[in-house]
T-cell receptor
Framework: DQQVKQNSPSLSVQEGRISILNCDYT??????FLWYKKYPAEGPTFLIS?????DKNEDGRFTVFLNKSAKHLSLHIVPSQPGDSAVYFC????????????FGDGTTLTVKP | GAVVSQHPSWVICKSGTSVKIECRSL??????MFWYRQFPKQSLMLMAT?????????EQGVEKDKFLINHASLTLSTLTVTSAHPEDSSFYIC?????????FGSGTRLTVV
């Protein structure tokens, strides 16, 4: 049973437009959520996080939205840039021990110039 | 920022041999490190939590005698895949808790032939 799901394996957007990456989870005990970006041959890099007490967290071009009732979160990147092209992983954990996160399968984002 | 150096980045070994993967925290002390495995087109799966000076905690289904973890110092954790078999071929990656969050190593691509 996969507890964190990213149903879109890939997403392609035009430079300057908004990228929306989605993530669903099934375990209601998860209360801390993270997004990571990963380039080929590199480890994931932390992007942004949100705790379950919030429904939105913003950091520059990146905004994460959390809908607890729907067990859904999304990452918005606006405006998208070619350098944003990477694999994006959604992760969830119980408490703040994000080191023991459960990861989704990732979504490959391609931003076209 | 906090850097985790992981070596080797890739390794090919013969079936039945053992392979050691190292993760070093370069500019901080990591009392806890996490070891993940990622199969192609799948998510990162937590294998074990490595604690400096004590035994590692393994996730359910991970053979502790096959995946030996040693965290002998505050800057080094090692994962040894013993008696490797082709089904152990995977991408192994470590992460460490820092004062700012979690930092991942660059990963090790293990191919067992």
């Amino acid at each position: 049973d996969q507890q964190v799901k990213q149903n879109s394996p890939s997403l392609s957007v035009q430079e300057g437009r908004i990228s929306i990456l989605n993530c669903d989870y099934t375990n209601s005990m998860f209360d801390y959520f993270l997004w990571y970006k990963k380039y080929p041959a590199e480890g994931p890099t932390f992007l942004i996080s949100i705790s379950s007490i919030k429904d939105k967290n913003e950091d520059g071009r990146f905004t994460v939205f959390l809908n607890k009732s729907a067990k859904h979160l999304s990452l918005h990147i606006v405006p998208s840039q070619p350098g944003d092209s990477a694999v994006y992983f959604c992760a969830a954990s119980r408490g703040r021990e994000a080191g023991k996160s459960t990861f989704g399968d990732g979504t490959t984002l391609t931003v076209k110039p | 920022g906090a850097v985790v150096s992981q070596h080797p980045s890739w390794v090919i070994c013969k079936s039945g041999t053992s392979v050691k993967i190292e993760c070093r925290s370069l500019d901080f002390q990591a009392t806890t490190m996490f070891w993940y495995r990622q199969f192609p087109k799948q998510s990162l799966m937590l294998m074990a939590t490595s604690n400096e000076g004590s035994k590692a905690t393994y996730e359910q289904g991970v053979e502790k005698d096959k995946f030996l973890i040693n965290h002998a110092s505050l800057t080094l954790s090692t994962l040894t895949v013993t008696s490797a078999h082709p089904e152990d071929s995977s991408f192994y990656i470590c992460s460490a808790r820092t004062g700012y969050g979690y930092t991942f190593g660059s990963g090790t691509r293990l191919t067992v032939v």
